[in-house]
């Protein structure tokens, strides 16, 4: 659907509250002080009036034991969980997906409803109660509202269902999170081109190394994903993406580009890499034109270690570890590819697949010196039942090593240089 028409996805610790009686989850942001945000709203809302001449009425905050006056930490966590793999969906991208309410405080929430409406860049998304005021969704949502600079009754407001709608899933919330916030941004749905129903299912694709598109349906496939519809039929939803309204470039994840700019990996005394120092995100290049193709048509990041002579072990695993240093996020959208170089630039060895598609390790022994970790993309996936269509293989990843060495910097090879050169001074002055 297009322009200002709604469109809905079809089924497939305890916490504190405010004086004005707003429940308060975790407070979780991914891009604090991006030009887009993405506001999950798990607390609950009073919604007065109608949305698209329906009553949503007062929405209860998300709940797993029926009490919806607190959080307890399972639903904390399911919270922090369902945060994790929306952001995930959205990294690389000039948008911030938080738990934190970006409108002032002790705003009540008709006039929280109308600071949203009047608040460009924004989407609000109510994260529970049920469908049945709405009817057999899994979510709902306008299309292109976030670019607005202005809107009316509520239509910066959109609608995840856990209770009979999307279920109560980390995984199940987030796909339909990202999918109704793809159409605050503008996406369209993607179209099965093999039937041609409105959302495509990869033709119900399941289990390890299976795609869904996430503006399609995507409950039951391993990774949610963005994709490159055939031309005619689907978008590409990366341009439109970029294509917003002053969303700006990707974000460049700051790790080197090329082996010359290569970045240094921080090792622990026990030759183990530094948790949670080793990450970021790789994503389709601007020269390409944002086309999801072969590996060639995404960045690709490197990392530089030295080894003193032995067993040597890293590994590339796929998505974000927002919650705890080196341990995946659910919800992951890459599938890396590492490939390990020595210092003239040979390739020493590509890396193993697991049997999740999730995790992609490489071990052997090293002589001294310093060495190269590749990580990049494996390039687009294109499925056999719509083979016009490809899918993205972008979004985060970590990077774990064992066995490593950390590269001198420069300074430390100056002064190693001057010790040296000292040393080699007093023994010839001592002959």
Do not use: C
Not at 163 to 173: E, F, H, P, Q
Not at 261 to 289: C, D, F, K, Y
Not at 325 to 354: H, N, P, W, Y
Not at 355 to 382: C, D, I, P, Q, R
């Amino acid at each position: 659907m297009r322009g200002l028409l709604r469109t809905s996805l079809l089924l497939g610790a305890l916490s504190t509250t405010l004086a004005w009686g707003q429940l308060i989850p975790p407070a979780l942001s991914s891009r604090p002080g991006a030009q887009y945000t993405i506001y999950l709203n798990f607390a609950g809302f009073n919604y007065d009036g109608t949305w698209a001449n329906k009553t949503p009425g007062n929405v209860p905050a998300f709940t797993l034991d029926g009490d919806a006056t607190t959080f307890n930490s399972t639903e904390m966590q399911r919270i922090r969980e369902t945060w994790a793999s929306t952001a995930a969906k959205f990294i690389g991208f000039n948008i911030n997906v938080t738990t934190v309410d970006p409108s002032p405080a002790g705003l009540t929430d008709a006039q929280r409803k109308t600071w949203y409406d009047n608040t460009q860049y924004l989407t609000h998304t109510i994260l529970g109660g049920s469908n049945s005021w709405y009817g057999p969704a899994g979510g709902v949502s306008y299309v292109g509202i976030a670019q607005q600079a202005t809107t009316s009754n509520g239509m910066r407001t959109n609608w995840v269902f856990p209770a009979g709608g999307s279920g109560n899933t980390a995984k199940s919330m987030s796909v339909v999170a990202s999918h109704e916030d793809g159409h605050h941004l503008g996406l369209p749905h993607q179209h099965d081109e093999n039937n041609g129903a409105e959302y495509s299912s990869n033709g119900g694709a399941n289990g390890d190394g299976s795609y869904a598109p996430i503006m399609g349906v995507a409950y039951s496939s391993q990774r949610a994903t963005w994709r490159h519809g055939m031309s005619g039929t689907n978008v590409n939803d990366v341009t439109v993406l970029l294509n917003n309204l002053n969303i700006g470039p990707i974000i460049d994840d700051g790790i080197g580009h090329t082996m010359a700019s290569a970045t240094p990996m921080s090792v622990l005394a026990n030759g183990n890499s530094n948790p949670g120092q080793h990450r970021g995100w790789i994503m389709p290049r601007a020269e390409t034109g944002y086309a999801a193709e072969g590996a060639n048509a995404y960045t690709k990041d490197y990392f530089k270690f030295r080894s003193l002579g032995g067993l040597v072990t890293l590994s590339a695993n796929d998505g974000t570890s927002y919650l705890a240093a080196d341990i995946a996020d659910i919800g992951a959208t890459m599938r890396s590819s590492l490939r390990i170089f020595d210092s003239g630039g040979s390739l020493v060895g590509v890396a193993t697949e697991s049997a999740s598609t999730l995790v992609h390790t490489w071990s052997g022994n090293l002589a001294s010196g310093e060495y190269f970790a590749e990580v990049t993309s494996v390039g687009a996936y294109t499925s056999t039942y719509e083979p016009n269509s490809r899918y993205f293989n972008m979004g985060a990843y970590f990077l774990k090593g064992s066995g490593l060495a950390p590269v001198p910097e420069p300074a430390s090879m100056s002064v190693l240089a001057l010790a040296i050169g000292g040393l080699l001074a007093r023994r010839r002055r001592s002959r």
